[in-house]
Structure formats: C-alpha cells, structure tokens
C-alpha cells in the first residue's frame, strides 16, 4: 500500500511564496510521475505542473498560468514532490492536489490523490 501525504498551504497576501510538499511512502517500486492539480471553487481541476521520472522520459510540464512563477521539483531520495509558489496572485486560490502514478512492490499501478491543502492569496 502507498500513502501520500501533503503539506504546505495557508494564506498568504498577493506577490508572496509558499511551498507545497507531498511525500509518497509504502511498497513502492517504482515512481512514474508526480505533480499538483488544483481546483478553485465553481472551477473544474486543472494540471498545475507535472514531472515525469527520468525512466519515462524526465519531462517536467507546466499550466500556462503558472509558468514563470512555479516551479516543481523533486527529492533527492525522489518519493518527494515540492511546488514552490512565487509571485502568488488571487487567482492562485484554490485547494492543491498531489498526484502520483505508482507502480507497488505487488506490480499493480495505482494513480494517487493527495488529501489537498488549501492555499489562499489575498490582502
């Protein structure tokens, strides 16, 4: 079994940081992708920003909306996903979602969701 936990959000006031965090842990065997989704109230999820594990192809993706502003990296020990916010805007508001696609030490995939955390940007 896979867990992934999250950590980070809160409120902050327009042009500041923040930075997101989610760990993947358990019987993983293999990690293909990790990222963050978000969802604004009335609003469908969108893709924030995503990467791909250097073994299917290392590409790292990013919503037009935030590129310039966010960057997503990962851990050294690589079971870590992190978003660090810069520049946030009102319209940044929304509750930020990890996703991971795993493979598990039984060889089933399974496509996770983090709890989310809320992030809100206003004066």
């Known amino acids: 079994q896979v867990q992934l936990v999250e950590s980070g959000g809160g409120l902050v006031q327009p042009g500041e940081a923040l930075r997101l965090s989610c760990t993947a842990s358990g019987s993983i065997y293999y990690i293909y992708h990790m990222g963050w989704h978000r969802q604004a109230p009335g609003r469908q999820r969108e893709l924030v920003a995503t990467?791909?594990?250097?073994?299917?192809?290392?590409?790292?993706k990013y919503s037009n909306s935030v590129k310039g502003r966010f960057t997503i990296s990962r851990s050294s020990g690589q079971n870590s996903v992190y978003l660090q916010m810069e520049n946030l805007k009102p319209e940044d508001t929304a509750t930020y979602c990890c996703?991971?696609?795993?493979?598990?030490?039984?060889?089933?995939?399974?496509?996770?969701w983090g709890q989310g955390t809320l992030v809100t940007v206003s004066s």
């Open positions: 996703n991971v696609g795993v493979l598990d030490e039984g060889n089933t995939y399974f496509d996770l």
């Open positions: 990467m791909l594990s250097s073994g299917t192809g290392g590409t790292t």
